[in-house]
């Protein structure tokens, strides 16, 4: 059974930051490439960011480049999102999201995933 794991998220001040985990079981994390969405209230999910399986290349949206970064570490099944210079339209749940690495489908589709997990929720406060 594949489980994600999100872990980090909480209350935070405006320009603080936060360093979200996400852990995965049960499958081979890494031929999987991994991908961060967030969802704030009322409104739908959106991609933050993604990782490729081998960690050497990722995506990012304009808006959180320069402020967020993705990375991973195969040997512990874990991918990481630091948060940095947060401000409050960053606050919503934030998801991480698994795609086999074969399947040739944009990063910054939901559809694109193939398993999900529950979320984190970050705050941040004005």
């Known amino acids: 059974q594949v489980q994600l794991l999100e872990s980090g998220g909480g209350l935070v001040q405006a320009g603080g930051s936060v360093r979200l985990s996400c852990a995965a079981s049960?499958?081979?994390?890494?031929?999987?490439?991994m991908g961060w969405f967030r969802q704030a209230p009322g409104k739908e999910r959106e991609f933050v960011v993604a990782i490729r399986w081998s960690g050497d290349s990722t995506s990012y949206t304009d808006s959180q480049k320069g402020r967020f970064t993705i990375s991973r570490d195969n040997a512990k099944n874990t991918v990481y999102l630091q948060m940095n210079s947060l401000k409050p339209e960053d606050t919503g749940v934030y998801y991480c999201?698994?795609?086999?690495?074969?399947?040739?489908?944009?990063?910054?589709?939901?559809?694109?995933?193939?398993?999900w997990g529950q979320g984190t929720q970050v705050t941040v406060s004005s």
């Open positions: 049960g499958l081979a994390f890494s031929n999987y490439d």
């Open positions: 999201a698994a795609k086999l690495f074969r399947r040739i489908r944009p990063f910054g589709s939901p559809s694109s995933y193939d398993y």
